[in-house]
């Protein structure tokens, strides 16, 4: 199996410069928030089963290693902040980050297929849940942390098929979808993603890459990312700052 390591670690650098990723990334970065607040079933203080990788998987198949793993830190803080459990530490925001960039090497510009997704689940397996996790929590709470370790890898290996399952399930929708080529429409793709409110309904700046007007302290901005589905048409949300 071949991986085009230029593609993933040298021209997925640009997604940075695409307008479309970042927002596609804040989006599925806020899901991942609400999944890990709503759908993190926990097991004992130091242990859960949680669905809200799938949010950053499809975040690292369509935007790519940097930005996944970007988006990444700001969701551990987020989720920390909403639904905090046990003291902050940095190594679990490494990881976050690692999770996003470990799915991208393995998915971005890729055609999803299950080795895929298991290669990319065995090595955040390996890596994350083996050996950092265990880790970051020796340091926090001690050599005690052993038998917490030994439910964490058999929780891991009974969850790996259905964490593939599920993962393969989402990148194959979503590239039935094509979510990454009808993000803010298909044939005539909007140019911006946001404009300015104020005594009339459009007003600059104009939230578009080409778009020079400084944003300034007292500004209202109304986002309006989208999706345009062709058997459903826009879907899509409309929130004021």
């Known amino acids: 199996m071949q991986f085009p390591l230029k593609t993933q670690l040298v021209g997925s650098l640009d997604e940075f410069r695409r307008p479309r990723s970042l927002v596609l990334a804040g989006l599925l970065s806020a899901a991942a928030v609400v999944m890990d607040r709503l759908l993190t079933i926990p097991v004992s203080p130091v242990l859960e089963i949680g669905f809200a990788f799938l949010a950053t998987a499809l975040c690292a198949y369509l935007c790519g290693p940097w930005v996944a793993g970007t988006a990444g830190i700001a969701v551990d803080i987020l989720s920390y902040f909403l639904r905090p459990n046990g003291a902050f530490f940095f190594g679990f925001t490494l990881n976050q980050f690692l999770l996003g960039f470990i799915y991208g090497l393995w ?28 880790l970051w929590l020796n340091i926090m709470y001690g050599k005690a942390f052993v038998i917490f370790s030994t439910a964490k890898i058999i929780k891991n290996i009974l969850k790996l098929p259905i964490d593939v399952a599920l993962l393969y399930g989402a990148l194959r929708m979503a590239q039935r979808a094509g979510l990454a080529d009808c993000f803010m429409g298909r044939s005539q793709q909007a140019k911006f993603f946001g404009h300015g409110l104020g005594i009339e309904i459009n007003e600059l700046p104009v939230i578009a890459p080409r778009c020079d007007t400084p944003l300034e302290p007292g500004m209202v901005l109304a986002l309006e990312p989208k999706f345009v589905l062709d058997s459903i048409g826009p879907v899509g949300t409309e929130s004021t700052y």
């Open 107 to 134: 998915l971005y510009k890729r055609r999803p297929n299950p080795w895929l997704a298991l290669g990319a689940c065995l090595t955040v397996m390996v890596l994350i849940n083996f050996l950092l996790t265990p």
